[in-house]
C-alpha cells in the first residue's frame, strides 16, 4: 500500500532574514530617509534644517530640541518674526520668540511648559502668544505644537506659528494715558537703566552685555516698559520716556 505523501517541512526561518538587512549598532539608533544609521553627530541634519527646508507653509516653522535650542527655522519664520536662520539657529528658543501671553505674563522661558510636556512625552494644546519682531513691533500669533521623540531620550519640538487676525483686547496698561499722564506707573530703577540705554540707540544684545544679565532679562523689562508707558514698541517707548523727561 502506498505511503500518503507528505509536504517537505519547511525549515525554521531565519530569524535575521526575516527583520531584513542587520543593521550595525545601538539597535536605538536614529536612521534617516535613506535607511542608513545616522550617527548621533547628524541627527539633527533629516529631523531639522533640512525637513524644515523640504515644508511648504505659510505658517512659520521652527524645530527646537530638548535643551530649547532653536534646530531649525522656516523662511516664513523669518518672514514673521524678521530673524533671518543665521540669527535664530543655534540660539535658545526664548532669547528669540520671547512669546508673552495676551494678559501679559511669560509664556517663554527656561522653564518652559511645551518642553517640560515634551520631556514627559506629552503635547501641549494650541495657545494664543505675544510676541516683538526683530524690529521690536509687537507680533500676535496662534502656536500649535506637535512633539517628535527621538533616540535615548532626546526629542524636537516642532512649532507651528499663524499670524492671529485679531489682536488681543488691550490691558489698562496698555491704553494711552489721559488727564493724568505726569503720574504714571512709576519705573523701578533698573527700568529707567534700560530705558536710557535704549535711548542712547542700544539694543537688546548690546544692553545685555552692558549689564551683565541676558537679553531675556532685557526684553523682559523692555516689555513691562512699554505697559507702563502705555506704548506698544520700543521706539514709541523712547519717545515717551524723553517727553515725559525720564531720560
Known amino acids: 500500500m502506498p505511503r500518503p505523501q507528505t509536504s517537505a517541512r519547511r525549515a525554521p526561518a531565519d530569524p535575521a532574514a526575516a527583520a531584513g538587512p542587520a543593521c550595525s549598532g545601538d539597535p536605538t539608533e536614529a536612521h534617516g530617509p535613506s535607511g542608513r544609521p545616522v550617527p548621533e553627530s547628524e541627527e539633527s541634519v533629516w529631523i531639522d534644517a533640512g525637513w524644515v527646508a523640504q515644508i511648504a507653509s505659510k505658517d512659520g516653522i521652527f524645530v527646537t530640541d530638548e535643551h530649547q535650542r532653536v534646530r531649525a527655522w ?114 523701578t530703577r533698573r527700568e529707567l537703566e534700560i530705558l536710557r540705554l535704549f535711548t542712547r540707540g542700544m539694543g537688546l544684545e548690546e544692553i545685555a552685555a552692558e549689564l551683565h544679565v541676558s537679553a531675556f532679562t532685557v526684553r523682559n523689562h523692555s516689555t513691562t516698559i512699554q505697559h507702563k508707558l502705555g506704548v506698544r514698541n520700543r521706539l514709541a517707548m523712547v519717545l515717551e520716556g524723553m517727553r515725559r523727561g525720564l531720560v
Not at 519664520?77 to 524678521?82: N, P
Not at 500676535?140 to 506637535?146: A, C, P
Not at 532626546?154 to 503720574?183: L, Q
Open 74 to 187: 522656516s523662511a516664513a519664520a523669518q518672514r514673521m518674526l524678521g530673524y533671518t536662520a543665521d540669527e535664530a539657529v543655534g540660539r535658545l528658543c526664548y532669547e528669540i520668540v520671547m512669546g508673552r501671553h495676551p494678559e501679559g505674563h511669560p509664556v517663554c522661558s527656561t522653564s518652559c511648559p511645551v518642553t517640560r510636556n515634551a520631556r514627559r512625552g506629552r503635547g501641549t494644546a494650541s495657545y494664543e502668544v505675544m510676541s516683538q519682531g526683530s524690529d521690536g513691533e509687537p507680533r500676535y500669533f496662534t502656536s500649535n505644537v506637535l512633539v517628535l521623540k527621538g533616540p535615548k531620550g532626546a526629542f524636537r519640538v516642532i512649532h507651528m506659528i499663524r499670524e492671529s487676525e485679531e489682536r488681543p483686547p488691550c490691558r489698562p496698561s496698555d491704553v494711552p494715558a489721559t488727564g493724568d499722564e505726569d503720574a504714571p506707573e512709576a519705573l
